[in-house]
Each structure stands twice: as structure tokens, then as C-alpha cells.
């Protein structure tokens, strides 16, 4: 691996920006970064809900905005940003600049609202670095190759600082956000649950996609992709946070489970009086994915009769959708099912050790909790079971794994 540049880039969300206090508050953090030796670029959201609040504005006008001047519109909440904290560095008598995505050098495509990034030119960021500035980019934001501007998809500015820290070879990337870190499961949920000092990107990516919202999954994609280390940690205290990277140098072995979590946005829809021969499952799911609805856990039977039942998750919002397929498809027999939620255990150590899953069911039977669906990956296993059990199943696994320990 490449040795990395002494450059660090910190991202802050809109809740750390949301006023003038928490500006300066920022301020104070970038400076205090580049007083400890490091060149120092920053990237910010924009100021609270102000993107929630001009895309109000806009319905106001019209129920179809042209997507490019949606991209006109929404780029300028982070303008905002960047100038006030750009002003509040300058106060404490510091070097500093502001630049749009264009001036950053961050080239996109030409998808307005949901551009994905070519490249980052990063020239101008280098000289003013080199000039001893601090340098503020703003998040969300590119312009395409005709010099249009455009918007990286809601949530974008974790990917705005990813790709800086890769561009840049930086030796890491810090996420700033309202909580201190990545944990072993909800602390609202379980009290005891600890923070979890350094994990995998895929451990995360297994997290954030069963349930933990965290980070952007974009973000941890590009970071993985890119090699760039993530640092996620609180813009309200000055204590470490959660590292995100491929291998850490820690001595002490890593638990087997990094953490567990939930999802009570799952509906299981159960298909029953299914003909057991080729190409039936394929028609189903054909379809459902046809209209882009994803499935998550699937489970068939088949009776003696070669008759089948294929029960299947998909999200809340897949819904009505997905019995709109079904109806469709004639299928007359099925039912949905809302009342249930997914539990799920991730630890980059299951690979090597065997009888997790053992284990795991051991925890929920002790509780009285029955196993509806079963699902793994290498580094994960999910249960979907009755939705009011959640809250004693996730209490049950983060004990009964040790992870209060
Ligand atoms: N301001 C944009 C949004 O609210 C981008 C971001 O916050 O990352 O989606
Ligand atoms: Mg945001």
C-alpha cells in the first residue's frame, strides 16, 4: 500500500453545523487538527435541514422541477456552509478557503440529483494546502463535464469526503456526527452496549444494512473500494470514536461478535400451494425484481404432495408493490405478514469459528423466541422473528455473545 499523504479530511454533517455556535465550534476542531501537524481539508453539510427545506420550497413552485435546477438549488445549501465556517476560521486569525465541488475539481456525470463522481482534479486543493490553508470543499456537490452543477444523492456529503480522502491519499477520514461512534448494538436499546473500537468495512456494511444507520452505505463501499480509513466520531467531544479499515494493528484478537442488530421495517409475505418443479421460484422472484423490489430472506417447504410454500422479506415500502406482483402473477394463495423484525449477529470471526449459529439459536430459544427464517453470510446471521420480540432477542444476543464485556 502506498505511503499516505500527512493530510487528513473531516467531514461534518448538517447537525454540526446547524448554527453559529456549532460553526465555530468546527472551526475550532479544524484548527486544533492542523495545530497537531496534519494539512487539514474539511468538508461540511448543509446547515441542518436547510436541504429538506429548499426541496419544501421547490414543491411549493412546482410538483416537477427540472432535475438540473434541483441541483441548482439544493448546491446552495452547502455554499452557505463552507463561506460561514470558512469566516469563522478567519476569525481565530487562520488560514483558510472555501470551495464549491467545481473549484474542489470534483468532476461527475451528468445525473442530476444522483451523480456518482469520475474524478477529482485535485491541483487547486494542493496549492492552497501547500499554502498553509485550510482548505473547505463542499460536500454533496460536483459539476459535470458541461460545467453544470450537480448533487451527489441525499446523504452525499460522506461520499464528497471519501472520495477527497482517496484523491488526496490522505491518511484518513474523519465522519463527525451526533454520536460517538459505531456500537455493538442500539444504545437505546440495550444500555450496556459499548462502543466498538475498529472494525472491517464489510463488518459495517453488514451492520448498516441490518439495520444500524450510521453511515452512508456509499460511503463505507467507496472507503473499502479506496482503501481510505474512516474515523467515525462525535462533533460534540473531543473522545476517540469508531475506525473503520481492513485490518487493524491491534494485538488483542478480535471478538468473534462485532455486534448485532435490528430491523423492524421487514414484512414477510408467504406464498403458499406452489407447484414444486423448475422455474417457478425464477417466475416469483423474476418478477419482484423486475420491479426493483429487493428480497432479503427467503425460505422454501415442499409437502409430500410436491406442493411448495416460498415464505420471502422484503422492506415496509416494498410492500404494496410486491402484492401488487403477486396479484398480477395470480397467485391466489399468500399472505403478508408485518408483525415481524430481523435480528441479526455480525463478526468477521465467524468464518474460524464454528457453532455460532448454534449458539445464536441457543440464546433466542432461552428467551422463548422462535425462529421464523434463517439467513447467513460469512459474516453475519439473521432470524427473522415476531417483531415485539426484538427488543428481548437483541438484549439476549448482546449478553449471551459477551459483548457488555
Ligand atoms: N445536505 C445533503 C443532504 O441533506 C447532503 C448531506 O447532508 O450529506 O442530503
Ligand atoms: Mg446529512
Redesign the pocket.
Known amino acids: 500500500m502506498a505511503i499516505k499523504n500527512d493530510i487528513i479530511v473531516m467531514k461534518f454533517?448538517?447537525?454540526s453545523v446547524a448554527d453559529a455556535k456549532k460553526i465555530k465550534n468546527v472551526a475550532r476542531k479544524a484548527i486544533k487538527a492542523k495545530e497537531g501537524g496534519s494539512k487539514v481539508v474539511v468538508t461540511v453539510?448543509?446547515m441542518g435541514s436547510t436541504?429538506d427545506d429548499l426541496i419544501e420550497m421547490s414543491n411549493q413552485i412546482t410538483g416537477a422541477p427540472s432535475r438540473r435546477e434541483m441541483d441548482m438549488l439544493l448546491s446552495t445549501g452547502e455554499q452557505v456552509s463552507i463561506a460561514l465556517l470558512s469566516m469563522a476560521i478567519h476569525e481565530k486569525e487562520q488560514p483558510c478557503i472555501s470551495l464549491t465541488g467545481n473549484q474542489a475539481g470534483i468532476l461527475t456525470d451528468n445525473i442530476y440529483t444522483n451523480a456518482k463522481i469520475l474524478s477529482i482534479n485535485c491541483n487547486r486543493i494542493t496549492n492552497e494546502l501547500k499554502k498553509g490553508k485550510i482548505v473547505i470543499v463542499a460536500g454533496f456537490q460536483g459539476v459535470s463535464r458541461q460545467n453544470d452543477i450537480t448533487t451527489l444523492g441525499?446523504?452525499g456529503?460522506d461520499t464528497t469526503a471519501v472520495a477527497l480522502a482517496s484523491a488526496l491519499n490522505a491518511k484518513y477520514c474523519e465522519i463527525y456526527t451526533d454520536v460517538t461512534g459505531v456500537y455493538a448494538t442500539d444504545p437505546n436499546m440495550v444500555q450496556e452496549a459499548k462502543k466498538i473500537h475498529s472494525l472491517s468495512y464489510d463488518e459495517m456494511l453488514e451492520l448498516a444494512s441490518s439495520g444500524a444507520k450510521v453511515l452512508h452505505l456509499r460511503a463505507v463501499e467507496f472507503a473499502k473500494k479506496y482503501n481510505v480509513v474512516l474515523h467515525v466520531r462525535s462533533s460534540f467531544d473531543d473522545i476517540e470514536g469508531t475506525w473503520i479499515m481492513e485490518k487493524t494493528n491491534e494485538k488483542m484478537e478480535r471478538p468473534i461478535i462485532t455486534g448485532v442488530s435490528y430491523d423492524t421495517n421487514q414484512v414477510k409475505i408467504t406464498v403458499h400451494g406452489l407447484e414444486d418443479k423448475p422455474g417457478i421460484a425464477a417466475s416469483l422472484f423474476g418478477q419482484l425484481a423486475e420491479e426493483n423490489i429487493n428480497v432479503d430472506l427467503i425460505v422454501q417447504n415442499v409437502s409430500e404432495e410436491n406442493i411448495a410454500t416460498i415464505s420471502l422479506t422484503v422492506t415496509e415500502n416494498d410492500k404494496d408493490l410486491a402484492k401488487k406482483v403477486l396479484q398480477e402473477l395470480n397467485y391466489k394463495n399468500f399472505e403478508l405478514d408485518t408483525e415481524v423484525g430481523k435480528v441479526s449477529i455480525i463478526g468477521a470471526g465467524m468464518q474460524t469459528h464454528p457453532g455460532i449459529a448454534a449458539k445464536m439459536f441457543k440464546f433466542l430459544g432461552d428467551e422463548g423466541i422462535n425462529i421464523e427464517m434463517i439467513s447467513t453470510s460469512p459474516i453475519r446471521i439473521s432470524c427473522i422473528i415476531r417483531k415485539d420480540k426484538i427488543k428481548s432477542a437483541v438484549k439476549a444476543l448482546h449478553k449471551g455473545f459477551e459483548l457488555d464485556k
Open positions: 454533517g448538517g447537525t453539510s448543509a436541504t441525499r446523504g456529503s
